[in-house]
């Protein structure tokens, strides 16, 4: 049986018709990612490195630290069903808290505001909801990283020749960043509140933490549950909300009129 290895942002992002595809065709769209984007992603992350009192004074004491923006695969790990599968990806942010506990946090450049408009209110938890199982994903993953050095040496992308060097500094980098046991999720949202203009333009971000329930048997229910899509001989229909599922559609329509 097919070990797949799961990233934990398609939990969030990934419509499961558009997953089956990538994980069992090997076949996904070109995505492009803004330079500005990528900017400003690197500047929250620096500058909420430290004190975690910084992202929200009533957090319990604790450091941020990087998670050195390198992607890094979980031990194998087993489902519900007892089936092998595997977490690769990299987080933007861990906190070792001083009782010895960590915690996963994501930073989320999304409008938001503090206000008691019911709709909102709705809105935002939802969307609070879509980025759980990317948190708990991660926290799983930076609790059980693959140690063993040969699997490190065939996934490493040094030549051959570099490669016992290559593996050393990953398992000193794995020691720095790995977890036992989470005590908090949580999203940071950020978003522009003001710009200024003079000889260079100034922005001003507020930001906003909300904490995400840590339920990680639930978290493995659902990761069962989309095992069993992935395993499945045939893939489940495409989602109306996916603007990549309603592409390809169009496009087979498109062709076929021709």
């Not at 996904?28 to 004190?51: C, N, R, W």
């Not at 949580?186 to 100034?202: A, C, D, N, R, W």
């Not at 329930?213 to 639930?218: A, T, V």
């Not at 549950?225 to 592409?247: A, E, V």
């Given at each position: 049986?097919?070990?797949?290895?799961?990233?934990?942002?398609?939990?969030?992002?990934?419509?499961?018709?558009?997953s089956?595809i990538k994980k069992?065709?090997?076949?996904?769209?070109d995505?492009?990612?803004?330079?500005?984007t990528?900017?400003?992603?690197?500047f929250?992350?620096?500058?909420?490195?430290g004190?975690?009192?910084?992202?929200?004074?009533?957090i319990?004491?604790?450091q941020?630290?990087d998670?050195?923006?390198i992607?890094?695969?979980?031990?194998?790990?087993?489902?519900?069903?007892?089936?092998a599968?595997?977490?690769?990806?990299?987080?933007d942010?861990?906190?070792?808290?001083?009782?010895?506990?960590?915690?996963?946090i994501?930073?989320?450049?999304s409008?938001?505001?503090d206000?008691?408009n019911k709709?909102?209110?709705?809105?935002?938890?939802?969307?609070?909801?879509?980025?759980?199982p990317?948190?708990?994903a991660?926290?799983?993953?930076y609790?059980n990283?693959?140690?063993?050095?040969?699997?490190?040496?065939?996934?490493?992308?040094?030549?051959?020749?570099?490669?016992s060097?290559s593996?050393?500094?990953?398992?000193?980098?794995?020691r720095?960043?790995?977890?036992?046991?989470?005590?908090?999720?949580?999203?940071?949202?950020?978003?522009?509140?003001?710009?200024?203009?003079?000889?260079?333009f100034?922005?001003?971000f507020?930001h906003k933490?909300?904490e995400?329930?840590?339920?990680?048997?639930?978290?493995?229910?659902?990761?069962?549950?989309y095992?069993?899509?992935?395993?499945?001989?045939?893939?489940?229909?495409?989602?109306?909300?996916?603007?990549?599922?309603?592409?390809?559609?169009?496009?087979?329509?498109?062709?076929?009129e021709?």
């Amino acid at each position: 049986m097919k070990t797949f290895v799961i990233s934990p942002s398609e939990l969030s992002y990934v419509c499961n018709h558009c997953s089956y595809i990538k994980k069992n065709y090997d076949i996904e769209p070109d995505s492009i990612s803004a330079g500005v984007t990528q900017t400003l992603d690197s500047f929250e992350k620096k500058y909420f490195m430290g004190d975690v009192k910084k992202i929200d004074p009533n957090i319990k004491s604790g450091q941020v630290i990087d998670p050195l923006n390198i992607s890094f695969y979980s031990k194998e790990l087993k489902d519900n069903k007892n089936r092998a599968y595997r977490i690769k990806g990299k987080g933007d942010a861990i906190i070792k808290f001083d009782d010895n506990t960590n915690g996963i946090i994501d930073y989320k450049t999304s409008k938001f505001k503090d206000n008691k408009n019911k709709k909102y209110i709705v809105e935002f938890n939802k969307k609070i909801l879509e980025y759980s199982p990317q948190l708990h994903a991660y926290s799983l993953l930076y609790s059980n990283l693959e140690t063993d050095e040969k699997f490190l040496a065939e996934h490493s992308k040094a030549k051959d020749e570099n490669k016992s060097e290559s593996v050393k500094k990953t398992l000193k980098k794995i020691r720095s960043i790995s977890i036992n046991k989470t005590s908090l999720l949580g999203l940071v949202f950020i978003y522009p509140e003001k710009v200024k203009s003079s000889k260079k333009f100034i922005v001003d971000f507020d930001h906003k933490f909300e904490e995400v329930e840590l339920d990680m048997k639930n978290f493995k229910n659902q990761l069962t549950k989309y095992l069993d899509i992935l395993h499945n001989k045939k893939p489940p229909k495409p989602s109306d909300d996916c603007k990549t599922c309603n592409y390809f559609l169009r496009a087979g329509e498109i062709q076929d009129e021709k």
